[in-house]
């Protein structure tokens, strides 16, 4: 074939553009790439940056929607921009298939999964019997790992857990043979250790096939151990492009450092910051338990939802001591219970059994009315950084908000004392009557951080405070939080899902998993020398940016 | 499964209970003596003393109530005179204004209504869902508008003003169509379409342009979805995208909501049977207020009251049914 | 200390603007809305000063003209389109030979005025009903939510009928009907705060307020309430025209406003046997019940747009997995 001299996929001058209320957006901008047959390529590159526009584009998804898109775009010898709707059906998983995030809003939730995978093979080979197209729906299920394939292909999404719905995502985009397989964030949606067995068998088919790959991801871990080559995108535009090794062992460009200095790194301790001398507050963060007492103590702490049958227990006899002024890191997987500990921690949540003392004085079960003495010490930082202010008030007034509660201060010292957090938490003590959405996320995250500190508390819980936030804006906020803690002395609890932020700020860490804690100790050691296979599965699954790492 | 319904008829049984409580209450209780009303305008005081003690009006509400319930299940014995009325099981009690047996009189009204809602229950899903995938399918075009406006007029037109105007229009001016006077389907089938047929088409295009909007919205919403981009990328047709993967999802919503309107148009399509003088269920209510017939009132709206509750049932059945994802709970 | 002081970086096309501005530079973007609003203003103008006009035309709703109608002929008006003239300006009711022209400017008054006051009470009720079960514990938000879904579904047309049968007869009517729609027609209303309010309860924000350890009534008012303000309005603005005709229907019915105070419904009740002879006197009221339910629905649809500019953002590629709840509406035939 002669197609394969030339490169698999070739965009030129590519630009995506989408009139909004407030003007064009130019989602991409002037972009060229190419990639030789049978290899692969990541776009990396922060939320904005274009990454999956482009990758849209090369199958022709934006046709259609109002998006103007101009450039060149040839995928398998097919002119993209220029083929008629019937060409392009026949380029859309016959020459390219696609590998989506979510997989389980990407599949068809009334029908089996062979069926679609098999619907989808009829539409590319018109002359498959059904029976040949559900016989290979099977083989398909079968190559990507899917046990009883053959039974399972009889199952609807729901009946699949999220790993093995991205694998059937996958096997349908196998259906039909493509040369090039574009796989948008594919397992950002997924635990660690689903993950890496994604990464695992993409790697198996594409060495397996010879098909080209092109990974959308923001992940600069997930993309050093999967391709050969990697495009490193901003605003629309490429910043850097080269061998993986090259780009991420010696990059050219100032934002490419950035973006590498600003990678959390699971395998490399944490800088501890040395409390300036002569603050005189009790607990040093750094030593670990210098200081013993308690502040917050959980004693075999229940949460059930639901009731009868239906019950559910998302934490199921937790224990956890909080010192005061040390940092806990809490991690697990999605379903571990950790967003529910926290909220019981702070006692958003009530808890169905178990033991929360704050200071000696149990708080459990206290009413809402009761609680009103202990909300100011007890604080909480939340994920999701659009949600977490209401839209409706300006960031002062949310932050003024305790202070107004507790009605101590006048009108003139609560604005006074807000200026002064503004600018505590690194944003312009002017922005009071600025409203939430004039700022971005990372900005939001910080005024969510002054409002917990408003009624100096003396226990934060930050329940994923960096985890819809870009790797860049995520160091400057893990630093932020690193900083206060030190200079106020608060003890924090940090919950993520991601091992290597945890690291960054933790004494002590708490592995979760199934609503019960595995391992606890002190980080570096839980760290360095995980003593629970759990644990140790999960360290192992982390992509690494090191080659080193990677093989492990 | 069958937790599940025997929770939700449970439920049906208690709302209908309470329900027909209420309205009995509010309809004994109210002013206006049900003794003198049912006595009739010539009574004297004696007679209507005599009414009283047969309807057994000066028991407490809760027993009264109770003989109404008993009646209902078991049918009850009214004596007029000397003579004794058995009305049998399920007993509404006697109209004030014949002693005709209530359950007698509805039964004698439910064909013209079970027509009338038949019928227009076929134009209104035909028409709506027909257009309504149009509209959503034909995006921005000039046909969309088109059928936009008709769908807002129809959602805006009460069903006696597209009554007149099809009177007016097919009867009086064109003589199309004879003036609609129900004849019984048993009777002349030919007949009976004929006469339906105006009555049919005020009320079903007018629902019909409810319909329409929710097929639109909610097929529009399913296109929208993620697994329709899926297949999309897959290069699946537009064609069988919508009629493989969006309209099982689409017609959902669609298919819950006729259940319910099916339920409540036995009562409910009182407009369309006056407009037209149907003899239906809806007549038989306008007329019994009229005269205050508290029996036949009470009747029909306990028993409208208990259609509306089965056939939400129903339709939340078939909305789970045909949208997977809502779990019965 | 700081490490980076920011001050100014807008974020564009995040998160649609909701503020009052946008909302009303959306609404009167549309042309259809301002077209609505423009007739709907006219027709309230009208309604108003309906004293003023009447007295214009030097005509009032109740005075029988006898010589303005062919009494031969059934009482059908002399003259040509229902006996228009220069005294009356839309002509005379057959069989009384009242004067149209008032009795449609007064019959827009009861209409209004009952739709409005139905809808206010709909909403309070709704308001009271949707908060207590969102916000109260689970053995309230079940019963509350049960007598929603009993009050969504019952029929409400045949509830109204009937509970007319028993109102004392001095109960002045117009007053009677706002209570009657408003109670029994809550139901939706209810169920959409109650729903609006469990979403908001889950976000962040509403949390982050608990804890400032202020008392819930400070949240529901300070969080809650300014939110709900425009899924609220937006439904008002939909059930004040389906109100009107619930009104016109009632009249039309013969259980409405009682003669010989004018109303639409009514005169379309009698126009059912006029409409051989006398098709002006069906046209009239017909085409202004129509024209303003329809101007209302049109108004309310540009207000749910300008609300909501979700409809024009659909522009892009599906992305993410927005979870979508599709709503299932009761309903009345």
Known sequence: MTADLQPLVSVTDLSVAFPSEGGVVRAVDGLSFELAPGGALAIVGESGSGKSTAAYALLGLHRGTGAEVTGSVRVAGHDVSAADDAELRRVRGGAAAMVFQDPLSSLDPYQAIGDQIAEVHRVHRP??????????????????????????????????????????????????????????????????????????????????????????THDLGVAAGSVDDLLVMKDGRAVERGPVRTVLDAPDETYTRDLLAAVPRVNVRRTVLRKPTGVGSSGGPSGGPSDNTALLEATGLRREFGRGKRAVTAVDGVSLTVRAGETVGVVGESGSGKTTLGRMLVRLLEPTGGE????????????????????????????????????????????????????????????ARVRELLERVGLDPGAYHRYPHEFSGGQRQRVGIARALAPEPRLIVCDEPVSALDVTTQAQVVRLLGELQRDLGLALVFIAHDLAVVRQVSDRLVVMRGGRIVEEGPADSVYEQPRDPYTQGLLAAVPLLEPAGAAA | MTTYFLRRALGAVAVVLVLSAVVYVTFYVAPGDPARLACGPRCNPEQIRQVREQLALDDPLLVQYWHFLQGVFTGQDYSAGTAVLHCDAPCFGLSYQNNQQVTDMLVERLPATASLAVGAMVVWLAVGIGTGLLSALRRGGATERVLTWLTLAGTATPVFISGLVLLMVFCAYLEWLPFPSYVPLTEDPEQWAWNMLLPWVALGLLESAKYARLTRSSTLETLAEDHIRTFRAYGVPERSLVARHALRGALAPVIALTAADFGSIFGGAVLTEMMFGLPGIGQLLVRSTQTI?????????????????????????LYAVADRRVALR | MTDLLITQEPVAGDA???????????????KSAVAAAAVLGLLVLLALAAPLLAALEGQDPNTYHDTLVDSARGGVPLGDFGGISAEHWLGVEPGTGRDMFVRLLYGARVSLLVALGATVVQVLIGLAVGLTAALGNRFVDSALSHLTDVMVAMPLLVFAIALMAVVPADFPRPLLLVFAIGLLAWGPMARLVRGQTLSLKKLDYVSAARLTGGSSWRVARRELLPALAAPVITYAAILLPSNIVIEASMSFLGVGVKPPTPSWGQMLSTATTWFRADPTYVLLPALLLFVTTLAFTVLADGVRVALDPREASRLRVGRGGRESRKSRPGGTA
Request: glycine share 8%; charged share 25%; net charge positive.
């Open chain 1, 356 to 415: 929360l003392r704050y200071r000696g004085r149990d708080i459990g079960t206290l009413r809402e009315r009761e609680l009103r003495a202990f909300r100011s010490e007890l604080q909480m930082v939340f994920q999701d950084p659009v949600s977490s202010l209401n839209p409706r008030r300006s960031i002062g007034e949310s932050i003024a908000d305790p202070l107004r509660a507790a009605g101590k201060l006048g009108d003139a010292e609560i604005v």
């Open chain 3, 16 to 30: 649609p603007a909701t503020g009052a501005r946008q909302v009303w530079r959306r609404l009167t973007a549309r």
């Open chain 1, 127 to 216: 002359g498959a019997s059904r029976r040949d197209a559900r016989a290979r729906a099977v083989e398909v299920l079968g190559r990507v790992g899917i046990p009883d394939a053959a039974r399972r292909a009889r199952s609807r999404p729901h009946e699949f857990s999220g790993g093995m719905r991205q694998r059937a995502l996958i096997a349908m985009a196998l259906a039909c043979e493509p040369r090039l397989l574009v796989a948008d964030e594919p397992t950002t949606a997924l635990d660690v250790t689903v993950q890496a067995q994604i990464l695992d068998l993409l790697r198996e088919l594409r060495a397996e096939t010879g098909m080209g790959l092109i990974l959308v």
């Open chain 2, 293 to 317: 017939d508290l029996p036949v009132v009470v009747a029909v709206v306990v028993i409208t009251g208990a259609a509306v509750v089965i056939a939400n049932i129903v339709a939340d059945v």
